[in-house]
């Protein structure tokens, strides 16, 4: 099949090929300078911090839909064991099996490709089981850190949360953005409110898997107009599914990931931030989301941080 | 047996059981207040990042000698999958097996224990293979950014790097703090650079485990003295290994994680940031570092992030 | 809470300690002598050979029902790797990670303990997070091997299946023994089919899992009687579940592993089995069953052949 | 790069495409009839039985050298866990991350290929890092048991072990089989004995892994002439290694898997087996060899008994 002639029309409009060069491998996340660095730390009046992280537990957000993305198997290799000899001090120590896209994660830019494309123009057979993503692998994307303003869409429109399968529009991001009282511009990162996730922390993970609210795909062009450094949100999906057009899936991705080379977040709690910045009437502030940096990985866990 | 007079001697003194109440699961990150955190965004001036993370790889700093705690198994679970159907869009997807202290980490206040306590008389029987750390976990740490200080030793002391088995003594603080032309105060996340990773990074992983430099049993007490909030360092052991006191094994560890409650970062990279401090003549900056949040962690993965 | 004199009563009519030794690790294993052996060889006339494990698959039995027995991750690690050079002979490998006793099993003897006790009254705290199973680990039980015999319970009540939370008592052995036209005798496995495990090859696990069909409190006399080597069947909980008697959890493995010290096996699949021992009117065989010999193990995945 | 001339001739004279149908996945596993199996259970005369599975643990044969080929990393998910409530009967669970070829394993026919193919034309790219391997799978081998022969080859030269590098040729074979007074015939499972694994046994890992004596490029078509169904020994790496053809990686890795689809097993422990052969002057005996039925494996785990 081919991807309808609509898709690749807005796909050209968006298109960061070669914008920072033909090497380049971390796409939008080149728009963080020291500028807009200094600009974030400004932002903190507060100093109130807000992990925007799911915890960690083997009872996560993957219901199995997805094969392969598993729950954190959490194990102990040692309980208070005294290597050195009894009455030694004792140690305990732990490992664990995940998805990297499990729980709260970045999806990196390899983690999507289309017509045997990356981002960039790479192929996307250079990603391989054994060596994994040789182009764009996540722990290129260093250390992510930025000015973060929240877009409470939910608050915008007055509801708890977006409707199953409801997409979130442009119109929605403008009255959010005039909601939020801030103009995002160059080098933010976006954090998309559905107000989904709460589906998940009241017990119903399969109702927050599917179907979920999010991203239209008409949304990727508000973010390349504003330059946006990278755009995470509250679900499971990501794009609102099931899809806006049949039979057309991932548009989104496909747009932000190989297009715009753009990294997206998933499965990041805002209703903690959300009730912070409506208390402080401020929707603006330092971000802290450093991908942990797995080498060659197409996505990896964050335990983001906002600090107001 | 039984651990020496002396050991016993310094955890009274260095003891912070009940100072922040009896349900206390934190310890010394309760003195990063969100003053603490105000100060930390205003030492932000040139907006520079810099990543204090090992990359994840299989060909990471384990080398054995601590069994289960293994270096990352990093797979792909899907490469380039048209998952639905045919010329889609197609993802990629991977999955990690990992000791959670295998790399760049915290050690959470769970990870040791002696004489049956764990920190604020916690019984160690608490953390067991089943529940994990119920009590200090690594997930209740939060989301750890606080005012960084680098502690440079190794260049206090006109050297590279320290030599194997040399143990960092408060007069090596004291110089390096000399050196950073800044005074250590409440809250701070202190780093404390030896050197020693650079054996990792020229390839002699064995060379970088044992025998190492690290934290002599005198430290406790000067951090205690200024009380900080935490502490990292660029070595594998933490503290000084083979240890000072014959048969006193894991001192360093006991007094600050049972004792005062303070948790301890290891193989960091302080190189570049080492680099970047002498340049800019300046030790203090924001540091960002939450630990991935594992519920009932001894430890946690971290990729730390300072912003001069 | 105690367990009920009515356990206990059955618990001393059953108990092996000390039958082959304080230092015996493996229990009734040691029926299984170079005698029996030989006559389980005779027993084979067809060669027909019959597999009993379920396929190792993501889908497999577990629900999350049981936390931490996760089903298999299987995932690549190398696909047609040309690891020597392009044009050479290509390379795929393929890694795991899952709970030993997701699949098709055997329950080692210090997977269940009671009273602070294992088989053989070696203490519980054996077990460790750090050395596992010091004691009865199931790479002691070595190379399991013996004569089967099948007794079909549900083909001798005349259905399809056992319903759901249905006894197997022993007059229902009794009546498969008489159906299957032989005596059971020391150093048999004994293969109990409920039917059960259509359940999950027809597509519902949940329904599988819980509640289920299995053996009754009055069993392990029956088995102890006979001196049989091993059990196995084709549930999840082995024991009928929810329990017979009210709040007397697992009586049926206590009073297995650590009274008689004799291995279960589990989710094992009989239905092909049931179908060729019909057509040939036989119900006798060589079993070989060998354990997956994982050191200090308390269970084991195995694939185990049914020849007959 | 291309394969030499030689190579190519040696694979048209083995090559075994099509002989059993065009659809046929299990290759020289078709030679075990059950006639053959009969057979094989009359060997029978001892009843002793011998494992010839290494013990699975962190410290296995892995070194390190083939990347993600990971040791078990084994871990307790319960001890003693009192799920019910106190007193109850507790329970104790296990997990593991392993490679799949990390011990004693079968090779699966699909884990090689070259100039783009697998055994009997199928495509490699049916290989997947998200469905595995489609044709081929290990789980499609099935409860591998046949008639074993061993061939001493060490024991036919009169040497404890062969040294590091040298090539099993055909007259070692012929040798061997002169010394086991047994014919090899259709359908036999052929184990050869190096005694290199007394390298690993004696805690020298390296030694073991490399250099090693290993089975020559001559080897496949005495293999192909005498029918043999499976072939196994006591290296890591099956083959000489280095090769005995500069360039030339894996040759009979390629010859057995891809041309004759024949499975090879490696890292098994035959010296107690030496020992019992020897001591019973007979060399054909029962074995069971069902590889842990991956779907889509590329290699498989099993724990192989021989019963004399």
Redesign the interface.
Known sequence: ???PTEFHDIAKRVNNWGRWGEADEIGTLNLI??????EA??T????????L???????GVQT?L?????N??????????E???????????????????AATHWDGL?????GGRLYNGRP??S????D??VFHGV?KA??V?SRGVLLDVARARGVDRLDAGQAVTPQDLDAAEELAGVRVRAGDIVLVRTGQVQRYLTGDKEAYAYPSPGLSIRTPEWFHAHDVAAVANDTLTFEVFPPEIE?L???V??LHLVEMGMPQGQNWNLEELSQACAEERRYAF?L?A??????????A?????A?L
């Open positions: 099949m081919t991807l300078t020291e500028e807009v660095v200094r730390a400004r903190v009046t507060s100093g109130r911090r807000l992990p992280a799911l915890p960690l537990r083997q009872d199995g997805i094969p392969g993305r598993v954190p198997l959490h194990t102990m290799v040692a309980v208070n064991a290597l050195f000899g009894p009455g030694t001090v004792a140690t305990s120590d732990d490992a664990v099996t995940m998805g990297l896209q390899a983690h999507v490709s289309y996307a057979s990603v391989t089981a054994h994994r993503a722990e260093g250390p850190l039979n899936w991932l548009p991705h496909a330092l802290a450093p991908p942990e940096p797995f080498v060659g990985g197409v996505g866990p964050v335990a983001p941080v600090v």
